[in-house]
């Protein structure tokens, strides 16, 4: 067969098996189709039935394959971290200022803390630390990875459980996304490399004068070109960041993050970002799950991620309910909104692949994050639905 049949053969089973795992075993109520996705990824990487197949993975993602996925999953990946940088309500969380600064700052704090212990614990033991990476980089992306909400996914799971539009719904994307922020800013900071420091300043720069001039031209075209001269701007801003030393990622956030979501009709906005996880995100999911390995052995691997795991939904769930406590939520409200926040699934996953990228962390770490995001993520619709039916008058808490 040639590249192009192989490669064909590779999206069958892409986008057919995710898919039939949902359906025929109505996974909805734990694992949404995009959690499936992400754990179908880790099964046909090299870790599972690589390792079982080898001829199987050999043939299917050979190089030439495996290049032409990547390319698919970077544009993938772009798009979504784009979006989510539009979808961030920042003049909402600073209308409400006390209570979201105060919330997202321990929902974020106590996880960060935890992640950083947990790193540090790790480090007693070899394999874990990424070749390149400085013992404070590695210690502040782990626990960075352990403190992050992933606002897709949480909008996703939200509009799922119906309360994205109700004032309770509201109040948590305003904590989501002040994280988020300061989670591409931590990554800036993890990112930063001194020995081409002069162009990440000249990157900033630019971005700021180019960006103010990009707002008056985006205010002043009509909603149709208000899309394509934003994908523009979001292929300028990846390069420019790739280019400087920082990564791709971080310029694909940064385009959307000064783009304001009411510039397009909500409806499109939503449409694309379900069309960009139905139609190329799979193919994200994939790739992420080729780079998963369990090098320092499969048990050392899953002990920790389950470490990471207690790191993250404690530190969480700590850090709301000392939130709650201060600003006098009702019995039970604290619970609630610290479960939303622990999905993690997609931002973390790209977060973790930019450190694996960068060579902060191995294989191995990566494999374990993304085991954690994956559990952190699964336990999130169990533990709000039964929350839910007791506690409805919550809904329409907007403070």
Request: charged share 15%; net charge positive.
């Given at each position: 067969?040639?590249?192009t049949e192989i ?231 990846a390069f420019g ?88 939520w009702e019995k ?68």
């Open positions: 067969m040639n590249t490669f064909l053969i590779a999206m069958l089973i892409i986008l057919s098996v995710p898919y039939l795992i949902w359906r025929l075993f109505r996974t909805d109520h734990f694992a949404p189709l995009v959690v499936v996705q992400i754990i179908t990824g880790i099964l046909l990487g090299p870790g599972v039935l690589g390792a079982a197949f080898p001829s199987y993975y050999e043939f299917v993602f050979n190089p030439a394959v495996i290049q032409s996925l990547n390319g698919i999953a970077w544009w993938a990946v772009m798009l979504f971290v784009w979006i989510a940088g539009i979808e961030l309500d920042l003049k909402a969380a600073w209308q409400h200022r006390r209570e979201s600064g105060i919330t997202a700052g321990l929902a974020l704090g106590l996880p960060l803390a935890f992640g950083c212990v947990a790193a540090i614990a790790m480090l007693a033991s070899p394999g874990w630390m990424g070749e390149k990476a400085l013992t404070w980089q590695f210690v502040l992306g782990v626990g960075m990875s352990c403190a992050v909400t992933a606002l897709p996914i949480l909008i996703l799971l939200m509009e799922k459980l119906d309360i994205l539009r109700r004032p309770l719904g509201q109040r948590v994307l305003r904590y989501a996304s002040v994280d988020d922020v300061a989670i591409w800013g931590v990554l800036a900071l993890i990112l930063m490399d001194w020995g081409r420091v002069g162009r990440q300043a000249g990157f900033i720069a630019a971005f700021v004068v180019v960006g103010f001039m990009f707002r008056w031209l985006m205010q002043r075209l009509p909603q149709s070109d208000r899309w394509f001269v934003g994908l523009v701007w979001l292929a300028a801003c960041a790739d280019w400087s030393g920082l990564h791709f990622m971080v310029g694909a956030f940064l385009a959307g993050a000064i783009i304001d979501a009411d510039w397009f009709d909500q409806k499109q906005l939503d449409g694309l970002r379900h069309n960009v996880l139905l139609v190329i995100m799979p193919v994200f999911f994939l790739s992420t799950g080729l780079r998963t390995q369990w090098g320092v052995g499969g048990a050392a691997v899953f002990v920790a991620a389950a470490w990471l795991l207690l790191a993250s939904v404690a530190g969480k769930l700590i850090g709301v309910h000392m939130a709650g406590r201060v600003l006098k039970g409200e604290a619970s609630l909104i610290g479960w939303l926040l622990q999905t993690k699934a997609l931002i973390m996953i790209i977060f973790a692949n930019i450190l694996l990228d960068k060579k902060i962390i191995t294989n191995e770490t990566f494999t374990a994050l993304l085991l954690m995001a994956v559990a952190s993520t699964m336990l999130t619709v169990p533990m709000v639905t039964p929350m839910l039916k007791r506690l409805r008058t919550l809904l329409e808490r907007s403070s």
